[in-house]
């Protein structure tokens, strides 16, 4: 009985110290944090940008360290103004601890090479805080190329490594534009597409499609030392396959913009 009494204790201790220090719940919630892996890919971008419009409510951001440790953010609207919690207490090479803050507001910069998310008007000793930093700055890589194949019979082709532009005319018969380049610009865009794609992480696709015809997407992603991969049809409603689309007729809307496309024949016939 009395090491019942004393187990017991036990446990109250933990959960009063547990309530004391303002730990957060240490189990990441795939589905509800915005998860950060070093910023190269972040999911569930849409909740912080929804809290943002909110003048209530709660948001996790969480990050991982180097040895894939959880540090949490938790961010909560009150009195117009955002309480901040930052909880280090699950990073095991560093020091446990939870600090607390009250901001001003959380900020949202966006330019053509970052992203960012900084709470502004903080007190104590720092008076800004950053939240989350999304770079997608395609000159800091060293070497990004796609080979992009969509299209019924998957013949419409946007090559940057042998710098091909092929256009299917749907009658049998295809366009070519050789040394076909994207600008600059047009390729820093199309790599902040794929960045907020979360076009590193792994994607759940599927070819299986009983519609005919069907559009199809083939699209292989060759950036610094690794090649990428991906396939799936119009078929195919995840919540992936909608990003990648999203992240398609992104690419060929910057296409279509440009004079060579504009130049090039009309589609002349159609699949059945």
């Given at each position: 009985?009395?090491?019942?009494?004393?187990?017991?204790?036990?446990?109250?201790?933990?959960?009063?110290?547990?309530?004391?220090?303002?730990?957060?719940?240490?189990?990441?919630?795939?589905?509800?944090?915005?998860?950060?892996?070093?910023?190269?890919?972040?999911?569930?971008?849409?909740?912080?940008?929804?809290?943002?419009?909110?003048?209530?409510?709660?948001?996790?951001?969480?990050?991982?360290?180097?040895?894939?440790?959880?540090?949490?953010?938790?961010?909560?609207?009150?009195?117009?103004?955002?309480?901040?919690?930052?909880?280090?207490?699950?990073?095991?090479?560093?020091?446990?601890?939870?600090?607390?803050?009250?901001?001003?507001?959380?900020?949202?910069?966006?330019?053509?090479?970052?992203?960012?998310?900084?709470?502004?008007?903080?007190?104590?000793?720092?008076?800004?805080?950053?939240?989350?930093?999304?770079?997608?700055?395609?000159?800091?890589?060293?070497?990004?190329?796609?080979?992009?194949?969509?299209?019924?019979?998957?013949?419409?082709?946007?090559?940057?490594?042998?710098?091909?532009?092929?256009?299917?005319?749907?009658?049998?018969?295809?366009?070519?534009?050789?040394?076909?380049?994207?600008?600059?610009?047009?390729?820093?865009?199309?790599?902040?597409?794929?960045?907020?794609?979360?076009?590193?992480?792994?994607?759940?696709?599927?070819?299986?499609?009983?519609?005919?015809?069907?559009?199809?997407?083939?699209?292989?992603?060759?950036?610094?030392?690794?090649?990428?991969?991906?396939?799936?049809?119009?078929?195919?409603?995840?919540?992936d396959a909608?990003?990648?689309?999203?992240?398609?007729?992104?690419?060929?809307?910057i296409l279509?913009?440009?004079?060579?496309?504009?130049?090039?024949?009309?589609?002349?016939?159609?699949?059945?």
């Amino acid at each position: 009985m009395k090491k019942l009494w004393i187990h017991r204790a036990a446990l109250l201790f933990i959960l009063l110290l547990t309530l004391i220090s303002g730990c957060t719940d240490p189990q990441v919630d795939e589905e509800k944090d915005v998860i950060s892996n070093h910023g190269m890919t972040v999911t569930n971008l849409d909740r912080l940008d929804a809290f943002m419009k909110e003048s209530k409510g709660t948001q996790r951001v969480v990050h991982y360290t180097i040895e894939g440790d959880p540090l949490f953010y938790v961010l909560k609207h009150n009195n117009n103004q955002i309480e901040m919690q930052y909880d280090t207490t699950q990073d095991k090479f560093g020091t446990p601890k939870v600090y607390k803050y009250t901001c001003d507001k959380l900020n949202k910069v966006e330019t053509d090479t970052l992203l960012g998310y900084t709470l502004t008007g903080c007190d104590g000793d720092r008076k800004e805080i950053q939240i989350l930093q999304i770079p997608f700055d395609v000159q800091g890589q060293d070497t990004f190329d796609f080979v992009l194949k969509y299209g019924p019979a998957l013949k419409n082709e946007i090559n940057t490594v042998n710098q091909v532009l092929v256009k299917d005319l749907q009658n049998g018969e295809t366009a070519v534009v050789s040394d076909f380049q994207f600008t600059p610009e047009e390729r820093q865009k199309i790599y902040k597409a794929m960045v907020l794609a979360n076009y590193l992480e792994e994607k759940q696709l599927s070819t299986v499609c009983n519609q005919k015809p069907h559009e199809k997407y083939d699209l292989t992603v060759y950036i610094n030392n690794r090649d990428l991969h991906y396939e799936w049809s119009e078929c195919d409603k995840t919540e992936d396959a909608q990003q990648m689309k999203a992240l398609i007729n992104e690419i060929i809307n910057i296409l279509k913009a440009k004079d060579v496309y504009k130049q090039l024949p009309a589609v002349k016939g159609g699949y059945e």
